[in-house]
């Protein structure tokens, strides 16, 4: 059974860092894509970052430049490193896996967890 297990989330100030990370457990397949959606309260949930198996990045324009998302085969881990956080990102961070990038694609969740920017 595979399992997302997210973590690192936290309250930050605005114009600092985090790092997420997600450890995977279980059997993924190696042509998934793996990466980060978010929610905020009273908005639907949103891509954020993926990586591909061939090791292509996709980044939302809200955080293209800011965050970079990187994995750790040895590890089965995948991070994402939030520079110059903005109170608009603050949200729920989920970890999800799936043959198809997309809020309704993927076939893996994990629980999530929760990054408050402060301003």
């Known amino acids: 059974e595979v399992q997302l297990v997210e973590s690192g989330g936290g309250l930050v100030q605005a114009g600092g860092s985090l790092r997420l990370s997600c450890a995977a457990t279980?059997?993924?397949?190696?042509?998934?894509?793996i990466g980060w959606f978010r929610q905020a309260p009273g908005k639907e949930r949103e891509g954020v970052s993926y990586?591909?198996?061939?090791?292509?990045?996709y980044y939302s324009d809200s955080v293209k430049g800011r965050f970079t998302i990187s994995s750790d085969n040895a590890k089965n881990t995948v991070y994402l490193q939030m520079n110059s956080v903005k109170p608009e990102d603050t949200a729920v961070y989920y970890c999800?896996?799936?043959?198809?990038?997309?809020?309704?694609?993927?076939?893996?969740w994990g629980k999530g967890t929760l990054v408050t920017v402060s301003s």
């Open positions: 999800a896996a799936g043959l198809l990038w997309g809020v309704y694609n993927m076939d893996y």
């Open positions: 279980g059997f993924i397949r190696d042509d998934y894509n």
């Open positions: 990586i591909g198996a061939d090791g292509f990045t």
